[in-house]
């Protein structure tokens, strides 16, 4: 199976591919990549530069263009495309029809990969976009059981990726509109969930508040780590009692399952980590490459170093097993 890894920066490009990366995934500095925030992404020299570097040392690099169009301002995702094929991505990755079915008539000969963004989780989906846009590979939404993806991978006529370590979102992807709601900029088409523009810390008593836009997502007593404020992992008052409505803070980790996920029909592993510096790309990258290689029993150790960079360093296999609460 391939190992598929981050970069939100050329500096943790660079370590991805030196760690053992089969493929690169990326975006340009705008809304056409759901991790648009400041200070990460690349732009159009940076990816030329990158495409090379990953070519040099045998590694594909896939860029994603994985928001939604507007009514009115296509061209910016259209040149999107037009510029990470003339720059030489290995894919693309996409989750809006009307951009697939431009890359398809523009460029039949491009590897077209849909995100997870487009939440293509059923049979039916999946195969009407290979059928239609010549999708070569469909990266899975995180609320599927393995099982669920082995009688998915019968089904269907391409590549199946899925995401096994990294952040956790509990929403079927593409779907979700709590940002939206909370800060008017929408993951979907703004590329921005929870935006530091709208995120505030302040203090009151002994405790420290987050707040999202007008909304306080969580209270953190004094010792608590803080985590970023985001609504599907606030910390609520709920038939009077307080806790995680959606979802605790803890990252996916389904290494231990790599073996049954081979079983099921995956082709390739995803890591999850744009906004994430290259000091953990390097080393998350590292482990999971030597984790896939070792046999099952040595594989524990390696990736329980992984579970010190998890978020609240706790991880859960989330919908693969479906132990969730």
């Known amino acids: 199976m391939e190992l598929i890894c981050p970069a939100g920066t050329p500096a943790a490009f660079r370590e991805a591919v030196d760690a053992g990366a089969d493929a690169v995934y990326c975006g340009f500095r705008d809304e056409t ?36 169009m507007r009514a009115g301002r296509e061209k910016l995702w259209h040149e999107a495309v037009d510029d990470a094929v003339r720059l030489g991505a290995d894919a693309v990755i996409l989750a809006d029809f009307g951009l697939m079915a431009y890359t398809a008539e523009r460029y039949p ?3 077209l990969h849909v995100s997870v963004q487009a939440s293509a989780a059923n ?47 509990v929403m079927a992807e593409g779907r979700c509109s709590l940002s939206s709601y909370a800060t ?23 405790e420290l508040v987050s707040e999202l836009g007008d909304y306080t997502i ?55 980590g744009r906004q994430r510096g290259k000091a953990y790309v390097a080393e998350v990258v590292s482990v999971m490459r030597r984790a896939l290689a070792a046999n099952a029993a040595d594989r524990p150790a390696l990736i329980s170093r992984l579970r010190l960079l998890s978020e609240g360093q706790r991880t859960t296999s989330g919908a693969y097993e479906k132990r969730w609460r």
């Open 184 to 206: 008017g900029k929408s993951p979907n088409m703004n590329g921005v969930c929870s935006p530091a523009s709208h995120v505030r810390y302040r203090e009151d008593g002994r």
């Open 123 to 169: 049979a039916d989906a999946v195969n009407f976009l290979v059928e239609t846009f010549r999708a070569k590979r469909v990266v899975l939404p995180r609320i599927l059981t393995i099982p669920d993806i082995a009688r998915l991978a019968r089904q269907i006529r391409c590549e199946i990726e899925v995401f096994v370590f990294g952040g956790l979102c």
């Open 33 to 68: 990549n759901a991790r648009n925030f400041p200070g990460l992404n690349f732009s159009r020299d940076e990816l030329k530069a990158a495409i090379a570097y990953a070519r040099q040392h045998g590694t594909m690099t896939f860029v994603a263009i994985n928001t939604f």
């Open 218 to 272: 969580n209270r953190f007593p004094a010792g608590e780590a803080a985590g970023y404020p985001t609504l599907c992992k606030g910390r609520f008052n709920v038939a009077d009692e307080r806790g995680y409505a959606f979802e605790d803070p803890v990252s996916l980790d389904v290494m231990d399952h790599v073996d049954l996920l081979r079983e099921a029909g995956v082709s390739a592993l995803k890591i999850e």
């Open 109 to 111: 000969d491009q590897r």
